[in-house]
């Protein structure tokens, strides 16, 4: 079946660092891939949709110089945070979709915590 | 721009006992409609989906929902709640068939008392 994984699943860094997180899709080609947050007691925001062959497109609040994502191949992505301070903890996931099939899979998502 | 709002943040109802979480949308065309849930410290699973057709669709462990367009919404229900039930219940809105960019709501938390 269709599966998508994030890692790390859990992460924390220092104020002002960086942190890389993976999203990979098994059993199906990943064409699209939708980042969210879900910050502290909130619900999930949109940070950027991207389809391979295709320009990354970010959501108002959020820029590709604070989230530059990647997408090399149908199976693979991966957004890093950069700089990241208090206000960008969250679960960040990864919803990935086959051009074939309406469903979006999410991944169990990546915790950041910063301190 | 489409938006939703679950008026409910938190709901809480005894094991056994039947259930109704409140969705409602806002949105001029025709909505693709969702529902999540999302168990303690864990990602996201759809729970259900409403496209077109039969408005009252069918989901996993005995949830379902129903497209009321008149009223923009698109209640979740289940006939009795079990204590594993207790998560927190998005509901969320795409605009294209396939579109990734789901706009959710705000989420109700539901507790199953024993």
């Known amino acids: 079946g269709a599966l998508v994984y994030q890692y790390p699943r859990r992460t924390i860094c220092k104020s002002g660092t960086s942190m890389r997180m993976e999203c990979q899709a098994v059993?199906?080609?990943?064409?699209?891939v939708a980042w969210y947050r879900q910050s502290p007691q909130k619900t999930f925001e949109l940070i950027a949709l991207?389809?391979?062959?295709?320009?990354?497109?970010?959501e108002q609040n959020f820029t590709q110089e604070k989230f530059p994502i990647s997408h090399p191949n149908l199976s693979f992505s991966s957004m890093t945070v950069l700089n990241a301070y208090l206000e960008d903890r969250g679960l960040y996931l990864c919803?990935?979709?086959?051009?074939?099939?309406?469903?979006?899979?999410f991944g169990h998502g990546t915790k950041l915590s910063v301190l | 721009a489409q938006s939703v709002t679950q008026p409910d943040a938190r709901v809480t109802v005894s094991e056994g006992a039947s259930l109704q979480l409140r969705c409602k949308y806002s949105?001029?065309?025709?909505?693709?409609l969702f529902w999540y849930v999302q168990y303690p410290r864990q990602g996201l699973q759809l729970l259900l989906k409403?496209?077109?057709?039969?408005?009252v669709v069918q989901g996993v462990n005995g949830f379902e929902a129903e497209f009321i367009k008149s009223n923009s919404s698109f209640h979740l229900r289940k006939a009795s709640v079990h204590w594993s039930d207790s998560a927190v219940y998005f509901c969320?809105?795409?605009?294209?068939?396939?579109?990734?960019?789901?706009?959710f709501g705000a989420g109700t938390k539901l507790t199953i008392k024993p």
């Open positions: 059993g199906f080609q990943a064409t699209s």
């Open positions: 409403y496209y077109s057709g039969d408005p």
């Open positions: 919803g990935a979709r086959e051009i074939s099939n309406e469903r979006l899979f």
């Open positions: 949105y001029s065309g025709t909505p693709y």
């Open positions: 991207s389809t391979v062959n295709s320009a990354i497109k970010y």
């Open positions: 969320a809105v795409s605009v294209n068939y396939g579109n990734e960019k789901i706009t």
